[in-house]
């Protein structure tokens, strides 16, 4: 099993819609999670990191981590066009907290 | 509003070449990353540093060496560039205890 595990999409949702992106992990990984969006032809930005169980909330954007179920979920509500672009699951390796693995990355499209 | 910059956005080399790509962060971060990321694979971390003169291999080091010198800037060096070094080049800069790595804009490299 990969460590860090993406949808590669497309997940096509329309405008106003909610997109749920969803990442499950290894237990090669630290309890440490990151969401990073990346624009077609940019660099990754961070959106939202999580350490919890539960739900983190910020603007229009929830993380989601089941331990458990070893994923984790970045909800996206009232999706905008320009939300479109490809969205990056990390963790952090165990035992090495300086290395950041990175899913594949799920494009969404949000159709106007 | 922390900056990385990286001296080349595309690259163009052939085989064999010494290639050498730069990056600098503008605020005194510890630790520096260099990442490739190829469709279908994702970001993978080649090399990291935590502090001038500090370095450790990531996850893909074969045919690649960095250097840092300074604490701002880590250099990536390819000593004979091949065709499968064709890739996009991120570098990354974090503070210590900071869970927030910040990308530069990419070098897009192609070896011909």
């Known amino acids: 099993q990969k460590e860090v595990e993406q949808n590669s999409g497309p997940l096509s949702v329309p405008e106003g819609a909610i997109a749920s992106l969803n990442c499950t992990y290894s237990d090669r990984v630290s309890q440490s999670f990151f969401w990073y969006r990346q624009y077609s032809g940019k660099s990754p930005e961070l959106i939202m990191s999580i350490y919890s169980n539960g739900d983190k909330e910020d603007g229009r954007f929830t993380a989601q981590l089941n331990k458990a179920s070893q994923y984790v979920s970045l909800l996206i509500r009232d999706s905008q066009p320009s939300d479109s672009a490809t969205y990056l699951c990390a963790a952090l390796r165990r035992g090495a907290t300086n290395k950041l693995i990175f899913g594949t990355g799920t494009l969404l499209a949000v159709q106007p | 509003d922390v900056k990385v910059t990286q001296s080349s956005r595309y690259l163009v080399k052939r085989t064999g070449e010494k290639v050498f790509l730069e990056c600098v962060q503008d605020m005194d971060h510890e630790n520096m990353f260099w990442y490739r990321q190829d469709p279908g694979l994702g970001l993978r971390l080649i090399y990291f540093?935590?502090?001038?003169?500090?370095?450790e291999k990531g996850d893909i080091p074969e045919g690649y060496s960095v250097s840092r010198e300074k604490k701002e800037r880590f250099s990536l060096i390819l000593e004979s560039a091949s065709t499968n070094q064709t890739s996009m080049y991120l570098c990354?800069?974090?503070?210590?205890?900071?869970?927030?790595?910040?990308f530069g804009p990419g070098t897009r490299l192609l070896v011909l």
């Open positions: 990354a800069s974090r503070r210590g205890g900071d869970e927030t790595q910040y």
């Open positions: 540093s935590y502090d001038v003169k500090m370095k």
